[in-house]
């Protein structure tokens, strides 16, 4: 079993920053990739970015070059959110998988979520 606790998150306007941070536990983390999916209001659950065991990272087609994602150690991972945009807003949840994958169907554990709002 693994945990998943996010923290960070917040309000922020068009072309501000945030930062996402999420700490694992239990006994198995060590085995996962570990990054960020993201559910908007009447949307589906999107990949955002993925660090997979030896740092390599993957990131979504929408936040690529303005997201950064950072496996910082084992059970650690950081998101660093640049030139963030309205159309970021939703609730953003830790997750770890086998792979580095953008499927939320691929994801084994999921954490509770954190909401970043962007205003125009």
């Known amino acids: 079993q693994v945990q998943l606790t996010e923290s960070g998150g917040g309000s922020v306007q068009s072309g501000g920053s945030l930062r996402l941070s999420c700490a694992a536990s239990g006994n198995t983390y060590s085995r996962y990739c570990m990054g960020w999916h993201r559910q908007a209001p009447g949307k589906e659950r999107e990949g955002v970015a993925m660090a997979d065991i030896g740092g390599g990272t993957s990131y979504g087609d929408s936040v690529k070059g303005r997201f950064t994602i950072s496996r910082d150690s084992l059970n650690f991972v950081s998101l660093v959110m640049n030139s963030l945009k309205p159309e970021d807003t939703a609730a953003y949840y830790c997750?770890?998988?086998?792979?580095?994958?953008?499927?939320?169907?691929?994801?084994?554990?999921w954490g509770q979520g954190t909401q970043v709002t962007v205003s125009s």
């Open positions: 997750a770890a998988a086998y792979v580095a994958t953008m499927s939320p169907a691929s994801i084994n554990y």
